[in-house]
């Protein structure tokens, strides 16, 4: 490369390089507190039911268990990424949507006692119908998901600019194809942990393997009602996230009821099964495109329709939807486009934010099409 670049060119050195090729750096599995409590969750075996009853009586009677929660102990605060669709509770409240919905906590002196004591909280459930596609969840009849979202959407996105349809009728050739991609997750080397624990001041610390701790703090805040000055966030070093770690969790704000209850600090942490439970992760989507071009390869319009599995709480469905179809024209001049975006309620875990969110499938398609147009016109792709 010519030209004297101190940056362009050069390899930029990783900071955090000698701390973890060395072993210094920490995790929050090498942070321990003094007479820390277990914590652990229960968490629905049904995609879709009524909770009829909980009883905790069993678990509060197990010796070592400090404390037990449910939806009745806590704030009934909904919390979620964008304050335009909040719709989760820490714990659900009337009914579960999804296998994994959180219901109860408890704290123990171990984690063997917590676990053990999570198993004997009974619950009575009505199963209702399970929606597991997009098209059960918009079928004509349907249960909702949540009351506030018609029809089991979320979110519905439509968008244009320029003429599509005059473009269309000027373009020498008009290529359309769909691609249907699987819901995916991270798989980050580090499960979701967090110690939380009230110090001496009456501030609520939460040490979290988060993405983002000012999230977790503004959540974590609302949820408990305590003010944005009495909350603590401390982000040690993180084993991956990717985006699934990019919002507060069940166990930052359960960890951090626990630990106010019982004044002491309580760690929890996730199983590899439990964070795919979570998930939070891509979505599945289904896209649709008509591209079409002149003989020189101009592009004249695109239409361009994606459908969203976004499982069963919006994470961040809203910005992925948009996303979706707004990236699409950044690199290129796309004089005409429309865009119709859909993203669906199911029971499954919620999708959220995944290396590029909503851009990376719809960009894989849009390429795929134009190389499949250059090939049809005998153009370099390039």
Same mark, same amino acid.
Not at 24 to 32: F, G, M, P, Q, T
Not at 84 to 107: K, M, P, Q, S
Not at 208 to 233: D, E, I
Not at 307 to 326: E, K, P, Q, R
């Given at each position: 490369?010519?030209?004297?670049?101190?940056?362009?060119?050069?390899?930029?050195?990783?900071?955090?390089?000698?701390?973890?090729?060395?072993?210094?750096?920490?995790?929050?599995?090498?942070?321990?507190?003094?007479?820390?409590?277990?914590?652990?969750?229960?968490?629905?075996?049904?995609?879709?039911?009524?909770?009829?009853?909980?009883?905790?009586?069993?678990?509060?009677?197990?010796?070592?268990?400090?404390?037990?929660?449910?939806?009745?102990?806590?704030?009934?605060?909904?919390?979620?990424?964008?304050?335009?669709?909040?719709?989760?509770?820490?714990?659900?409240?009337?009914?579960?949507?999804?296998? #994994? /919905?959180?219901? %109860? *906590?408890? +704290?123990?002196? &171990? $984690?063997?006692?917590?676990?053990?004591?999570?198993?004997?909280?009974?619950?009575?459930?009505?199963?209702?119908?399970?929606?597991?596609?997009?098209?059960?969840?918009?079928?004509?009849?349907?249960?909702?998901?949540?009351?506030?979202?018609?029809?089991?959407?979320?979110?519905?996105?439509?968008?244009?600019? #320029? /003429?599509?349809? %005059? *473009?269309? +009728?000027?373009? &020498? $050739?008009?290529?359309?194809?769909?691609?249907?991609?699987?819901?995916?997750?991270?798989?980050?080397?580090?499960?979701?942990?967090?110690?939380?624990?009230?110090?001496?001041?009456?501030?609520?610390?939460?040490?979290?393997?988060?993405?983002?701790?000012?999230?977790?703090?503004?959540?974590?805040?609302?949820?408990?009602?305590?003010?944005?000055?009495?909350?603590?966030?401390?982000?040690?070093?993180?084993?991956?996230?990717?985006?699934?770690?990019?919002?507060?969790?069940?166990?930052?704000?359960?960890?951090?009821?626990?630990?106010?209850?019982?004044?002491?600090?309580?760690?929890?942490?996730?199983?590899?099964?439990?964070?795919?439970?979570?998930?939070?992760?891509?979505?599945?989507?289904?896209?649709?495109?008509?591209?079409?071009?002149?003989?020189?390869?101009?592009?004249?319009?695109?239409?361009?329709?994606?459908?969203?599995?976004?499982?069963?709480?919006?994470?961040?469905?809203?910005?992925?939807?948009?996303?979706?179809?707004?990236?699409?024209?950044?690199?290129?001049?796309?004089?005409?486009?429309?865009?119709?975006?859909?993203?669906?309620?199911?029971?499954?875990?919620?999708?959220?934010?995944?290396?590029?969110?909503?851009?990376?499938?719809?960009?894989?398609?849009?390429?795929?099409?134009?190389?499949?147009?250059?090939?049809?016109?005998?153009?370099?792709?390039?």
């Amino acid at each position: 490369m010519s030209g004297n670049f101190e940056v362009i060119g050069s390899r930029a050195p990783r900071k955090d390089a000698p701390n973890k090729s060395t072993g210094k750096a920490r995790y929050i599995e090498d942070i321990k507190f003094p007479g820390e409590l277990a914590g652990a969750l229960l968490q629905s075996p049904q995609a879709h039911a009524k909770i009829k009853r909980i009883d905790i009586s069993k678990a509060q009677a197990l010796p070592g268990v400090v404390a037990v929660i449910t939806a009745q102990d806590i704030p009934d605060v909904k919390y979620g990424v964008s304050p335009a669709r909040y719709d989760e509770t820490l714990f659900a409240v009337d009914r579960v949507r999804y296998v #994994g /919905d959180e219901i %109860a *906590a408890v +704290a123990a002196e &171990d $984690l063997a006692t917590a676990q053990r004591a999570v198993d004997l909280i009974e619950v009575e459930y009505e199963p209702l119908p399970v929606l597991l596609t997009v098209e059960e969840a918009t079928a004509e009849g349907a249960p909702w998901l949540h009351d506030q979202y018609p029809d089991n959407v979320c979110a519905q996105v439509e968008q244009e600019f #320029g /003429d599509v349809e %005059a *473009a269309f +009728a000027q373009c &020498d $050739l008009i290529q359309e194809g769909s691609f249907f991609s699987k819901r995916q997750d991270g798989a980050f080397i580090e499960p979701n942990q967090c110690v939380a624990l009230m110090d001496s001041d009456g501030v609520l610390n939460l040490h979290s393997s988060t993405q983002v701790p000012h999230y977790v703090q503004r959540t974590l805040a609302m949820v408990t009602g305590l003010s944005m000055s009495r909350v603590r966030v401390v982000k040690p070093y993180v084993g991956g996230g990717f985006g699934p770690k990019a919002s507060a969790t069940p166990i930052d704000l359960a960890a951090g009821f626990l630990a106010m209850k019982t004044g002491r600090p309580v760690r929890m942490a996730y199983t590899r099964e439990q964070v795919f439970l979570f998930s939070r992760a891509r979505h599945g989507f289904t896209h649709h495109m008509k591209i079409g071009v002149k003989k020189d390869g101009t592009l004249m319009a695109l239409d361009h329709q994606a459908t969203l599995d976004g499982g069963a709480y919006s994470s961040f469905g809203i910005a992925t939807v948009y996303y979706a179809g707004s990236l699409l024209g950044g690199p290129y001049k796309l004089p005409n486009m429309r865009y119709h975006g859909l993203r669906v309620f199911t029971n499954k875990p919620a999708c959220g934010a995944q290396r590029g969110h909503g851009g990376v499938i719809a960009r894989a398609l849009f390429e795929q099409q134009l190389d499949i147009i250059a090939e049809k016109l005998s153009i370099d792709p390039v």
